[in-house]
């Protein structure tokens, strides 16, 4: 296995440099630089600051400062907040994305599971479909609606919650993000497990269960929940991946200073640096919990064997 | 035992509250939460860009002159200053108490210091154009001469002297601008690029700054060396830059912000019955205008620029599509700017149908017609009021027999292509001044500025532009030359000005010394707040 774990990163290291080499040509192909403004530059300013940031370099050769500087750990300074360097950028706000999304996707896993397990229980019973109906409504309804609503109902109405802002970490301001992002991943959850529950449900091993006599309890949760489980582990991979690098939705409403609004900001404004920055980041991310995901197959499912 | 404990535990708790109580009523921070749409990019005054970080520069700092609460010219780290019979020579009498935040005296040298730095190349600074009035001071930011050539002098630690290319009567008001702020040698010596860090940084100004979290907050402390720190209320601004317009408004409602700088425009006239007079709508130096590619066949014609121009309705697009967060404007530069009187449009009185049957004849009389319509394209960039400004546009231009297609782009897109100077009909531009005078806005329709997106070249346009230049020395006699080269511009269409921007705050009636002004300055040093 940890042959096998080490194999794996080591593939990797390939797949970002062909990943970091498509994104560097990519955003350079896109009109514009990260000095077109409102507001024109003259031609010496805008050389002067292009020398600044080396974008005066040919192409290649700012390719070959970015891998040697990427080598030595450095992402470079973000062109549109020069202050900070694209690192020290992710250093302060990729913590918070991380708390935000791990917190919504345990609360999803949990809550998602439990209620996927009670309506494949009840399948076609009532319990079965109010399930449904709140999974249906929470994966339909898009986040943009939920947050602000989140804030009229919560924040302004019943003052229970600050509309925006992280303040600090202050567990009132987190309650409201991290509703958003975890309710449509509830509704998922919840769908998926209850496919694969009924799925599991009706298998051999179930019924030869159930036939040698044991309890309800031991048969659910000792038996059918196990395979029930691949199926949501497959898909909280790429979803935890996805949910611990931001969200741009719920970071502008919720004026949450994570790095979800630096992958699309960073690109319209043309900020190379911070756009490379943010696709290292999610690629890095996408890796391991792909790896994660591969690892806990063999851990819940004892026929996946990778030696 | 238990009920004695019991007792002394709430009677020290209710004292503990009592005391805070008290404490917090006597000795309570004026906080000051002031909401901005957008992040300021820097604290260094030299790699300032956009108006927000403006906003936080004045508070940190303070160049020679300032901008009082009404955006009036006061008296800065200079208490005083003269200038030389040919306008050429400024003197500035630096205030004997001038100090940095920590505690060491300011003096004329480091205003040399911080303006050769603004110019070096190796800067890199955006707005190095504030100073390019100064002797050599364009020739330094373009390679062609040393920083130390700079028409800059420290006579004595208390006088500074500033040599100018020309008499230039807006200078004073340039030397507002953000790039013209001292920045400390000895910290940036010291410290490099860390130089601008919170707790670092060192500055001149009413504040210092304590916390940055880019996209949540920037907190600024009163700076007690400050000079005037005794009139100084707030004790804490707490920069809070917020994206969603929607939000921003929950957030104001919820008392989370004093004032914020921005509206969702869309909502104004709910806005306004739910806010009443908390919301401020006043002008704004600022002209929203169409580009027209004037050395481009078919624009090249005067007469069917006029008639386009003649024939878009300002009024609808000011209160359909903007809720009058804009106003209908007819001149490149805005009215406000004291001793000038912009040039309008001569169709700007006439009736709208008038102006319609005038435009109508003109194209007729080019020949254009059902069998054969002019085509248009215009361009934009993204953003949803851009969009309904060209589409309303494309609808007024329908009855005229004009076919107008219309063009997104994001905004970098968009501003790289009229930069590089790419072919195209018509574009939308904007123009915010920088300083309060006509010259920020003419000047980016003479011929060689990067801004010239209309290839405009007229030489009865510069012609006039220098000799309102060349009189420099007589400000009334400029400002006059100047609304004769406006007038010049606008009869020939340079640039198809529409609508004129408002500034829009929200603004607590607990906040005090928040005054309207047409350059949407408000310095927080003036402004207190009710506890």
């Known amino acids: ?307 | 035992m238990l009920k004695t404990l019991l007792k002394a535990t709430v009677f020290a708790s209710t004292l503990a509250l009592a005391s805070g109580a008290f404490h917090s009523a006597a000795f309570a921070e004026m906080v000051y939460n002031r909401g901005s749409a957008a992040e300021p990019e820097t604290v260094d005054p030299h790699k300032t860009s956009t108006v927000y970080e403006a906003h936080v520069l004045r508070d940190l700092f303070e160049g020679l002159v300032m901008q009082d609460a009404k955006a009036d010219l006061i008296p800065g780290a200079a208490e005083s200053w003269t200038i030389s019979d040919d306008g050429k020579t400024y003197t500035f009498k630096l205030r004997k108490d001038a100090a940095w935040s920590d505690g060491s005296p300011l003096t004329a040298e480091d205003f040399v210091y911080s303006f050769r730095r603004l110019e070096d190349p190796a800067t890199g600074a955006e707005y190095a154009s504030m100073l390019y009035p100064i002797v050599k001071a364009e020739d330094v930011n373009k390679g062609k001469a040393k920083p130390e050539e700079i028409g800059v002098k420290a006579v004595d630690p208390q006088t500074l002297e500033v040599k100018l290319n020309a008499p230039t009567p807006y200078f004073l008001e340039m030397l507002t601008h953000q790039a013209a702020y001292p920045v400390n040698k000895a910290s940036i010596e010291k410290l490099g690029a860390e130089w601008i860090k919170p707790g670092k940084l060192i500055s001149n100004g009413a504040y210092t700054l304590a916390e940055w979290v880019p996209n949540d907050h920037l907190k600024m402390v009163k700076n007690p060396k400050f000079h005037d720190a005794a009139n100084v209320k707030v004790d804490v601004v707490n920069f809070i830059p917020t994206e969603d317009r929607s939000s921003a408004m929950k957030r104001f409602e919820a008392g989370e912000m004093d004032s914020y700088d921005d509206l969702p425009t869309e909502q104004l006239p709910d806005l306004q019955k739910k806010f009443g007079d908390q919301i401020r709508v006043a002008p704004y130096l600022g002209t929203y205008y169409y580009a027209i590619k004037t050395d481009k066949k078919p624009w090249d014609n005067v007469e069917l620029r006029n008639a386009i121009s003649e024939a878009i309705d300002r009024d609808f697009l000011a209160e359909k599509v903007w809720n009058n967060s804009m106003f209908p404007g007819y001149s490149m530069v805005p009215p406000g700017i004291k001793g000038y009187t912009p040039a309008m449009a001569k169709f700007a009185e006439k009736s709208q149908i008038d102006r319609e049957d005038e435009a109508k004849k003109v194209l007729e009389k080019l020949g254009y017609g059902p069998s054969n319509p002019l085509k248009m394209e215009i361009r934009y960039n993204t953003s949803e009021n851009h969009k309904n400004t060209a589409v309303a546009i494309q609808e007024q231009l329908k009855p005229l027999g004009i076919e107008v297609t219309l063009l997104n782009t994001d905004t970098k897109t968009h501003y790289g292509f009229l930069e590089q100077k790419g072919s195209y009909d018509v574009a939308r531009a904007a123009w915010i001044a920088d300083y309060q005078d006509p010259e920020t806005f003419l000047g980016i329709t003479r011929k060689d500025s990067g801004n010239n997106y209309s290839s405009y070249n007229s030489p009865k346009f510069e012609e006039a532009m220098n000799k309102a230049a060349a009189a420099g020395g007589n400000p009334e006699e400029r400002m006059k030359l100047l609304t004769e080269a406006e007038r010049v511009m606008i009869d020939e269409v340079g640039n198809i000005p529409l609508l004129y921007y408002s500034y829009h705050n929200i603004v607590s009636p607990k906040l005090h010394g928040f005054e309207d002004n047409v350059m949407d300055v408000h310095p927080s040093r003036f402004i207190s707040k009710d506890q």
């Open chain 1, 1 to 307: 296995m940890l042959i096998y774990v080490f194999r794996r990163l080591l593939t990797a290291i390939p797949t970002l440099f062909v990943i970091v080499t498509l994104a560097f040509f990519l955003i350079r192909v896109a009109p514009g630089g990260p000095f077109n403004q409102e507001r024109g530059l003259s031609p010496e300013i805008k050389a002067n600051l292009e020398a600044q940031f080396g974008l005066n370099d040919p192409l290649w050769k700012q390719y070959l400062n970015y891998l040697n500087n990427l080598l030595h750990g450095s992402f470079g300074p973000s062109y549109n907040l020069p202050d900070f360097t694209v690192g020290e950028l992710f250093w302060k706000g990729l913590p918070i994305s991380i708390q935000l999304g791990a917190s919504a996707l345990i609360l999803a896993l949990i809550l998602g599971s439990i209620l996927g397990v009670t309506a494949a229980l009840n399948q076609n019973k009532g319990g079965d479909y109010a399930v449904i109906a709140v999974a249906t409504a929470g994966s339909t309804i898009p986040t943009f609606v939920i947050a602000p609503l989140i804030q009229l109902v919560f924040g302004l109405s019943w003052k229970l919650l600050p509309i925006g802002g992280w303040g600090d970490g202050a567990l009132l301001n987190k309650i409201g993000p991290v509703l958003t992002l975890a309710l449509p991943q509830i509704a998922i959850v919840a769908r998926l497990m209850r496919g694969s529950m009924i799925e599991s449900l009706r298998s051999h091993h179930i019924r030869t269960a159930r036939a040698l006599g044991l309890s309800d309890w031991s048969v659910v949760v000792k038996h059918a929940l196990r395979g029930a489980l691949l199926p949501i582990v497959s898909y909280a991979g790429p979803a935890a991946a996805a949910l611990l690098t931001g969200s741009i939705v719920v970071e502008t409403i919720f004026s949450i200073p994570g790095v979800g609004r630096y992958f699309v900001d960073a690109a319209l404004n043309r900020d190379y640096t911070l756009v490379m920055g943010t696709v290292v980041v999610i690629a890095i991310f996408t890796i391991i919990f792909n790896l994660i995901v591969d690892v806990l197959y063999a851990v819940v499912d004892p026929r996946v064997r990778y030696d």
